[in-house]
T-cell receptor, first 113, second 116 residues
Framework: NAGVMQNPRHLVRRRGQEARLRCSPMKGHSHVYWYRQLPEEGLKFMVYLQKENIIDESGMPKERFSAEFPKEGPSILRIQQVVRGDSAAYFC???????????FGSGTRLTVV | AQTVTQSQPEMSVQEAETVTLSCTYDTSESDYYLFWYKQPPSRQMILVIRQEAYKQQNATENRFSVNFQKAAKSFSLKISDSQLGDAAMYFCAYRSLLQGAQKLVFGQGTRLTINP
């Protein structure tokens, strides 16, 4: 079991470009969560998805950010027209259901220059 | 909304000694989960220990144990026989049991340094 796979591990984008972050959950996990970690801070919840459905997006910024978890393939967190303030580590976690066990990926560090 | 507070930005301990990291939380719910996560420089989030609020017995995992005080809404982590590999950021987290509310709410973290 390869665990939760996130790629890329590091991503550099210029202001105004788009960033696409990928997350492949653990085998058998149908629930995916995205979190953002600013430097020297804890993780902040962004969005919770199940296959083809967004369950809770209360932590997502209203503009420029979107997430999907298609029937086939990884979950994608998409940030359009990135700004310097989007620079952060973005973590994905997965779980098999509403059990309390999450498994986190190693994160993607986004740097906007 | 639930909040989690870690009042110690940094802690240090001598190798082989014991250290306690503090965490308090605020919630109106009666049943929930609490967690401690470790984040070493590799950035990986590693689950250290978890506690179900309905259980009175404090959780223990080898050298790691918690002191869960439900009435006081306190959830401290004790690390015994500290090792160099314990050096990391430690995050306390809360999770509701309400349907559709499974997100984790994290504290600000405590940076733990182990002195050889």
């Amino acid at each position: 079991n390869a665990g939760v796979m996130q790629n890329p591990r590091h991503l550099v984008r210029r202001r105004g470009q788009e960033a696409r972050l990928r997350c492949s959950p653990m085998k058998g996990h149908s629930h995916v969560y995205w979190y953002r970690q600013l430097p020297e801070e804890g993780l902040k919840f962004m969005v919770y998805l199940q296959k083809e459905n967004i369950i809770d997006e209360s932590g997502m910024p209203k503009e420029r950010f979107s997430a999907e978890f298609p029937k086939e393939g990884p979950s994608i967190l998409r940030i359009q027209q990135v700004v310097r303030g989007d620079s952060a580590a973005y973590f994905c976690a997965s779980s098999p259901g509403s059990s309390y066990g999450y498994t986190f990926g190693s994160g993607t560090r986004l740097t906007v220059v | 909304a639930q909040t989690v507070t870690q009042s110690q930005p940094e802690m240090s301990v001598q190798e082989a000694e014991t250290v306690t990291l503090s965490c308090t939380y605020d919630t109106s719910e009666s049943d929930y989960y609490l967690f401690w996560y470790k984040q070493p420089p590799s950035r990986q989030m590693i689950l250290v220990i978890r506690q179900e609020a309905y259980k009175q017995q404090n959780a223990t995992e080898n050298r790691f144990s918690v002191n869960f005080q439900k009435a006081a809404k306190s959830f401290s982590l004790k690390i015994s026989d500290s090792q160099l590999g314990d050096a990391a950021m430690y995050f306390c987290a809360y999770r509701s049991l309400l349907q559709g509310a499974q997100k984790l709410v994290f504290g600000q973290g405590t940076r733990l340094t182990i002195n050889p």
